[in-house]
């Protein structure tokens, strides 16, 4: 079986992430608005999810509550599903030349699985190669913003998923494995400070956005 595959693929890929509630999918649809208008085909997607069976593994691990799923058993499907978002959506359109906008990627199973499950970092990197090969995003824009906000969204609403059930401890430690990671990877990782007003935090996605990709903009 075939599992490393070069990152020279055509097309641009743009991963966004962050705690909840930091305003990722407005951003999401800001970047995918921000290459169109340059001209570009955009596939805006998300993880995990994206292709028909990823979705069904997303409803899956979502709606089962923390005592029905292991860690590690979480960890498995959140590969299980990037493995088919990959193959199905992600390469070939990369492959076509097209830009690919994703709302969270491996960078958040480092930072939830690894940050808020404790789970060994070695072994995400290991499952990150076999399923990725040497794919990695052009770009990753991590909205940054004190937890309190993720708490803030969800308070008052009757049914909580599997990871908005967690506490403010669980979203400290995820936010603290993402820093994590920009400190480790400044020329991939951009943060953009998402507490500011939102005109003040496109205004940094696009700075962002103008220095990665000016000259093939
Ligand atoms: P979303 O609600 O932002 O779309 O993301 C779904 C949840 O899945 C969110 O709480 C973060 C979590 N998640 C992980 O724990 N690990 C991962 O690798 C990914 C992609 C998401």
Redesign the pocket.
Known sequence: MQVTQANHLPGRFITIEGI?GVG?STNVNFVAEYFRASGATVIST???GGTEIAERIRELI?MTPSDGLSDLGELLL?FAARAEHLAGLIRPALARGDTVVC????D??FA??GGGRGLNLEVISALRDIVQGALRPDLTLLLDAPTEVSVERIVGREWLDR?EQERADFFGRVRQAYLTIAAQEPERVRIIDASKPLQEVQLQISNALRHKFEKTL
């Open positions: 909840e990722k998300r993880e995990p979502l959140m709302d969270r990627f491996t958040a199973t939830y699985q990871f």
